[in-house]
């Protein structure tokens, strides 16, 4: 009854790539993650769809596939009025909650896709997009990213420029992804708070796309929220190792055995060379929650799952799982305050405290 009345919201799930002639959004699916019968089931009601593609994709062509996966999810919605609205406020999302429709929001993965360019960043926002992670897992031309090495020692004056232009165009700032380095810059630029949309911790999984417990304390300490991520490397420190260890000849294998017609192949060299990964429970999401509300409190940790871009852990592998992790903080005796927040009204504070912001720089 608490999952069913509560407003859940997911501000990462990379439905977008999947928007094809051959897949269909209202039919219930045996791969993937999420789709409407299933997330009915599951009892999400609000999303951020990534607008994702490699950091490796840039210019021109980054801003045109960009460009096209928001035309896909505006599309969606337009095909499916009676069961999703496309929002950019949090006024809205709590609207379609009333109404009983998916609130479907744009968060694009990746800075390399605004073309180092603002007017392009502000078209974006025009279209609806309501965050943006500075970078994906290489540099742009004016961030560091976690998953690259340093170049410009975290935000160069460029980068500054977009922190400061999104927090005027009410676009929240994504630091998932970036670099140590570069959280600490847009932390001290950012007039707004900021979210880390699927990021978990790096004291139980030592991985650099984590955030450290001094991280997640000075993000809350501004006001952020932290959204934890389900993907198994994130969740587990032997998973987590071993991600580390497979990463580059995993790199090699992608260029030697190209294409999602070889998954399986290279799947299997993987194995074949490191051994099986280790497994993964479901519980590990819980414990990461539990974690970052003990070091930050109950209002400043959310949900953002990294649905259809990572592989989940046992007993989580799809959307219609997600009442587990509301009973398992029941059982673990939070209130059902707090479990509200953490299921979704946290993420509509931090939009509503962006929304604000954005209004008093434009007013200035």
Sequence with gaps: KLHASALVFDTHIDIPNLLRPDWNFTDEHREDHVDLPRLRRGG??????????????????AVNDALELIAAVQKLAEDLPDEISLCTTADEVRRAHRERKVAVLLGMEGGHM???????????????????TLTHSVNTDWADSSGDQPKHKGL??????VVRELNRLG???DISH??????????EISRAPMIASHSSSRAIARHH??????????????????????AVQFLDDARAQYSLRIADRQRALALEFPGPQNVNRRQAEIVREFGPAPQVPWEKIVEHIDHAVKLVGPDHVGLGSDFDGATMPVGMEDVTQLPRITEALLKRNYSE?????????NTLRLMTDVERVSAQIKRS
Aim: glycine content about 8%.
């Design 114 to 132: 605004i073309n180092n360019s603002l007017p392009i960043l502000r078209t974006y926002a025009r279209l609806g997009v309501r965050y943006l």
């Design 337 to 345: 305050a707090d479990i509200r927040k953490i299921l979704g009204e």
């Design 209 to 230: 796309r984590n955030m450290t417990d001094e991280m997640m304390k000075a993000l809350a300490a501004k006001g952020g929220v932290i959204q934890i991520n389900y």
């Design 171 to 173: 676009v929240m700032v």
């Design 44 to 61: 999400l009601d609000a999303m951020f769809m990534s607008i994702y593609m490699s950091g490796t994709v840039t210019g021109p062509q």
């Design 178 to 187: 970036v670099a140590d380095a570069t959280f600490w810059n847009a932390l």
């Design 156 to 161: 160069t004056e460029f980068g500054r420029q």
